[in-house]
């Protein structure tokens, strides 16, 4: 995957920076622009290579135009990984997290909550492997 990519020994060497640093400071974001089919995509793929080679936890999302009208199916798949480790959390935000999940049936759970949950997961993981 990351030899397809000609002519961005830069972009691929701040890639492999970004995760070569992970553990040794709070971390950093990245944001890339550009019109489409200049290897955005591509990047993004270089950048989890590099990150599981790394050993780290991969946590991911792809836009499918057909979930567009399902709500937080972004966050069930970001979640996916670490969704074993629900039982763990609060009843309260247990049960919010399964209802926004469609895991459990309720009413519109609070959406504090569900971020709260979501947090507590990707943090719970994160400590155990980042």
Do not use: C, W, Y
């Not at 550009?34 to 590099?50: C, Q, R």
């Not at 969704?83 to 919010?96: E, H, I, K, N, T």
């Not at 926004?100 to 719970?124: H, V, Y």
């Amino acid at each position: 995957m990351i030899r397809d990519l000609v002519g961005r020994d830069k972009e691929l060497a701040l890639l492999a920076g970004m995760v070569d640093q992970i553990g040794d400071r709070s971390g950093s974001a990245l944001l890339l622009v550009g019109d489409a089919g200049v290897g955005k995509s591509l990047l993004l793929a270089a950048m989890t290579d590099f990150g599981r080679s790394a050993g780290l936890q991969i946590m991911e999302a792809t836009g499918v135009e057909s979930e567009a009208q399902l709500p937080f199916a972004g966050l069930h798949q970001i979640l996916r990984p670490v969704l074993g480790a629900v039982s763990r959390l609060p009843r309260v935000q247990r049960d919010a997290i399964g209802a926004a999940l469609g895991a459990e049936s309720a009413t519109s759970p609070e959406r504090f909550m569900i971020a709260l949950a979501a947090l507590n997961l990707i943090a719970d993981a994160a400590a155990s492997k980042p």
